[in-house]
């Protein structure tokens, strides 16, 4: 029975299959299965019957291949059982627990697809446990910022959303609105001949103001945690730059901590740029070594030289290094620094340090700041952290301090809550203006169904779709 259909689309209730762990050399691989008679297929295929057995169950035999009606043993498994709703999805499933290695999973699965197993889609697990109740749109979010997060601190930040924080804030600002809603619509539902005197002038105002304006700022205050979450998330990048032989790749290999760019006393060793990440103070950074900045012949040195200036163009912060071992700034250092000397992106370094350990004072360049660092010996090298995070710290707001109980961990959740924010500072600017009830009620009730699609609450099977195919295979 074949198992490849392509017309499958989210939403359907067919028994899936999918790897939970990457196979390869490992010694465990997972294969996860869910849906709709999937614990009866896998005991079609299992030593051991799984039609009684009861949910939260590991079952020990082996996954066989039926032949000409003789059973051809493929791997021996460790089966848990999962009965819905008790599972991550909230329908019946099994994990599949086989050796590791390239071919046992492979086999495994090709057993199962014969058994009538459909390959997942993408994020259709964690789909599917959104529809069946078991978590909100922004856990189901934080599931891949977890898989996807690039330091601890980013995993930190995606697991208080997956434990609720994000959600239960949003249905806080949204309980508010409604309780302002509600009180409006109160005065919406007289007649006239049922107001009194003293309602006519009360009918006119927004009731509940206060809680209105309280709820606008905590909604300002998610749109603002975009800035931080994000920085933790998507990381930035920091582009190591200045003349050959200024120390460029020592300085990489030594912020990485491993020796990955070239280094010799050659100048324009580096002809084009070398990438890694590296996690600094908890921040995921795309450091980049760039080649040397000169004026050359070489035509393939040339192109890297442009590549390295369109990168400067585009980094959040730059490194440029000045060659201590020189005593002095050269002319063409200080011909590029006086027009980036404004620039707060940039951090200026007095490298090989253990060669001259007494730069230039900043009379030669007023307003530049070095930091002395020998990338050979390693010091200074704390100090040029504390000035990168300082400086990340400036281009991302993150300076302020502020904590957040609660964040948004997505863009699509930042410009919903912004959108929210819109609605109801229009609905206060009507209030302030003591404009009829009938105006400000619809723009309270846009606010409340985006923060309603902030959690799923209010959706459309189009966003769900693009919103899921964007996760892995397995969740």
């Known amino acids: 029975m074949t198992s490849d259909n392509p ?66 043993k493929i791997d ?21 627990c086989c050796h590791g290695g390239a071919s046992a999973g492979k086999a495994v699965m090709d057993v199962l697809k014969n058994a009538g197993f459909y390959e997942a889609l993408p994020g259709e697990y964690t789909f599917r446990a959104f529809m069946n109740g078991k978590i909100d749109l922004t856990k189901s979010e934080s599931v891949m910022e ?23 804030e949003i249905n806080e600002i949204k309980n508010i609105l409604v309780q302002v809603l509600a009180g409006a619509e109160i005065y919406l539902d007289y007649s006239d001949d049922e ?40 990381g930035i990048t920091l582009v190591i730059a200045g003349r050959p032989n200024a120390g460029k790749s020592s300085l990489f290999n030594a912020l990485l901590k491993e020796d990955r760019s070239i280094v010799t006393e050659i100048p324009g060793t580096t002809r084009d740029w070398i990438e890694a990440w590296v996690n600094i103070e908890g921040i995921p950074v795309r450091l980049i070594d760039t080649a040397g900045l000169r004026d050359c012949e070489d035509s393939v040195e040339k192109i890297g030289i442009d590549r390295s200036l369109k990168l400067l163009d585009e980094a959040e912060l730059v490194l440029y290094l000045l060659d201590g071992a020189l005593e002095e700034i050269t002319s063409e250092d200080k011909i590029f620094i006086d027009k980036q000397i404004t620039d707060k992106r940039y951090i200026f370094i007095w490298n090989k340090a253990d060669r001259c350990q007494s730069p230039p004072n900043n009379k030669e360049i007023p307003g530049m700041s070095l930091i002395c660092v020998s990338a050979k010996t390693g010091d200074g090298i704390n100090e040029l952290y504390t000035a990168i995070t300082s400086a990340i710290s400036r281009q991302t707001s993150l300076q302020s301090g502020e904590t957040f109980a609660a964040a948004v961990g997505t863009e699509r959740q930042k410009n919903l809550a912004d959108a929210a924010s819109r609605a109801l500072e229009e609905a206060l600017t009507l209030a302030e203006k003591e404009e009829p009830l009938d105006l400000i009620a619809p723009l309270l009730r846009d606010a409340i169904n985006l923060l309603g699609e902030i959690t799923g609450e209010v959706s459309t099977a189009d966003i769900l779709e693009e919103m899921f195919s964007r996760f892995c295979v397995g969740k």
């Open 7 to 72: 017309k499958r689309h989210y939403g359907d209730e067919s028994p899936i299959l999918a790897f939970a762990t990457v196979p390869g050399n490992s010694a465990l691989t997972l294969i996860r299965c869910s849906g709709k008679g999937s614990i009866e297929l896998v005991s079609s295929v299992f030593s051991a019957d799984l039609k009684n057995a009861q949910g939260n169950t590991i079952i020990h035999g082996w996954i066989s291949n039926n032949r000409n009606g003789k059973a051809e």
């Open 76 to 96: 021996e498994v460790l089966v848990s059982v999962f009965r819905a709703p008790k599972s991550y999805t909230g329908e019946d499933g099994a994990d599949i």
């Open 146 to 168: 977890i898989v996807s997060a690039k330091t601890e601190t980013g995993r930190r930040h995606a697991i208080m959303r997956l434990s609720g924080s994000l959600q239960n």
């Open 195 to 234: 107001v009194s005197a003293d309602d006519d002038e009360a009918a006119g105002k927004l009731p509940n103001i206060n809680m209105a304006v309280d709820a606008l700022k905590r909604l300002k205050k998610l749109s603002a945690s975009w800035q931080i979450e994000r920085v933790y998330q998507e």
